[in-house]
């Protein structure tokens, strides 16, 4: 396991951070969203940060960078988990592929504490159909319809369903949450996620968002996924 670098510029103009919501002094459009543009683009951009370290840890490809060339990658946990892979098969996805990676994870230890299912927008709703139809729900009252899963009962316990954007739209993973968390690397006299200014150039304020966080997941076959199902 390694850390991988996040950084992140931010550059904004003296005439932009002092020019908001007035022309030539007179107040526009009312109160404006963005009262101080600098706040706001720093905002955005650990909001980015934060976007860009979730999918590393979903889909992250390995890489202890050898050299500063090859940049330092985070393994992510859809090809952290090696053992417990069921196969799709370009098939739909099926309450039987679920229970068939359930089993696996019980089969090779997993204790099941935390388990969350992970799927993409298709596959969670598929998810939704399947044990919806399966237990045959429906709805409880006359103004409201459909379902939503969000917790399912196995075999081993209860199991979450949450959406995840980030997942390949061919893929579920199911993962444990206990044993899964991220690692910073902390900076000496910094910290291990911060934003600070860079030399000034010129008629703007600079600044940089900067850390190095990498995922720990515990043991690989704690966790699951089914691949190459059908997305139609």
């Known amino acids: 396991m390694l850390t991988q670098i996040m950084q992140y510029g931010v550059e904004v103009s003296y005439t932009k951070q002092a020019a908001v919501g007035n022309i030539a002094g007179e107040s526009i459009i009312g109160n404006q969203p963005v009262q101080d543009e600098l706040a706001f683009q720093l905002d955005m951009a650990m909001k980015t940060a934060a976007r860009d370290i979730e999918h590393s840890f979903i889909q992250g490809a390995y890489n202890a960078g050898a050299n500063i060339t090859t940049p330092r990658k985070t393994r992510g946990m859809l090809a952290a988990v090696t053992t417990n892979e069921v196969a799709g098969g370009a098939a739909a996805l099926t309450q039987a592929k679920v229970e068939s ?55 081993f316990g209860q199991v979450g369903i949450v959406f995840e954007r980030h997942i390949p739209a061919d893929d579920v993973l199911i993962a444990d949450l206990a044993f899964m968390k991220p690692v910073f690397l902390d900076i000496p006299g910094k910290g291990h996620f911060f934003v600070e200014p860079l030399a000034q150039t010129g008629a703007a304020y600079k600044y940089q968002v900067y850390g190095e966080v990498g995922l720990e997941y515990g043991p690989e076959q704690f966790h699951a996924k089914i691949t190459n199902l059908s997305v139609s």
């Open 101 to 155: 990676a359930l089993k696996k994870m019980a089969d090779s230890g997993a204790p099941f504490e935390m388990p969350v299912i992970f799927a993409n927008a298709f596959q969670k709703q598929k998810l939704s159909s399947i044990y919806s139809s399966a237990l045959a729900l429906a709805p409880r009252d006359r103004t409201v319809g459909g379902v939503n899963i969000t917790t399912i009962e196995t075999d």
